[in-house]
Antibody
Framework: EVQLVESGGGLVQPGGSLRLSCAAS????????MDWVRQTPGKGLEWVAN????????YYVDSVKGRFTISRDNAKNSLFLQLNSLRAEDTAVYYC??????WGQGTVVTISS | DIQMTQSPSSLSASVGDRVTITCRAS??????ISWFQQKPGKAPKSLIY???NLQSGVPSKFSGSGFGTDFTLTISSLQPEDFATYYC?????????FGQGTKVEIK
């Protein structure tokens, strides 16, 4: 059974940082592109970033470029998202996804002073 | 960026109705489109990829069609468990973009 479990969310002040993690199991993680998608309260879905199977390529939505960094550790079946210079508009539920086919339950990030 | 525009934004339907949701891309995306279902408080669930291919385990009452810029998701006979919000998403180019969603409510 595919499992994706996010962690690391929380309440952070504007300008702060967080590191989200996603523990994957039940599929060939090392052979799967991985994505982060976020959803603001009561709003729709926004794709944030993804990373190639071997970690050699990463892509980002413009609004997070230079502030967020996606990475992975295939030895530990783990996906990460480093969030820096956080803004109020980054407040959202952040989902980890295996190629947008399988999704975790999300972790909540709240940016507020 | 490719804009994905869904219509309608919401609809009311009865159990047993046939429901069609439309998604229009701002440029040609071939068949690089997926459809997702999301229920309140839950993660999205993938229904269809490649415009018309059902994900494993998704019932055949769901179907997708289209190519280029115009796409549809059809639910052949709406059941209580199908009341949810549906999203289209293109993966032809970066950034990946979603439609704004279509909320299917009970009439």
């Amino acid at each position: 059974e595919v499992q994706l479990v996010e962690s690391g969310g929380g309440l952070v002040q504007p300008g702060g940082s967080l590191r989200l993690s996603c523990a994957a199991s039940g599929f060939a993680f090392h052979n799967t592109w991985m994505d982060w998608v976020r959803q603001t309260p009561g709003k729709g879905l926004e794709w944030v970033a993804n990373i190639k199977k071997d970690g050699s390529e990463m892509y980002y939505v413009d609004s997070v470029k230079g502030r967020f960094t996606i990475s992975r550790d295939n030895a530990k079946n783990s996906l990460f998202l480093q969030l820096n210079s956080l803004r109020a508009e980054d407040t959202a539920v952040y989902y980890c996804s295996a190629s947008l086919n399988q999704w975790g339950q999300g972790t909540v990030v709240t940016i507020s002073s | 960026d490719i804009q994905m525009t869904q219509s309608p934004s919401s609809l009311s339907a009865s159990v047993g109705d046939r429901v069609t949701i439309t998604c229009r891309a701002s440029q040609d995306i071939s068949d690089f489109i997926s459809w997702f279902q999301q229920k309140p408080g839950k993660a999205p669930k993938s229904l269809i990829y490649g415009a018309s291919n059902l994900q494993s385990g998704v019932p055949s009452k769901f179907s997708g069609s289209g190519f280029g810029t115009d796409f549809t998701l059809t639910i052949s006979s709406l059941q209580p468990e199908d009341f949810a919000t549906y999203y289209c998403q293109q993966y032809k180019s970066y950034p990946r973009t979603f439609g704004q969603g279509t909320k299917v409510e009970i009439k």
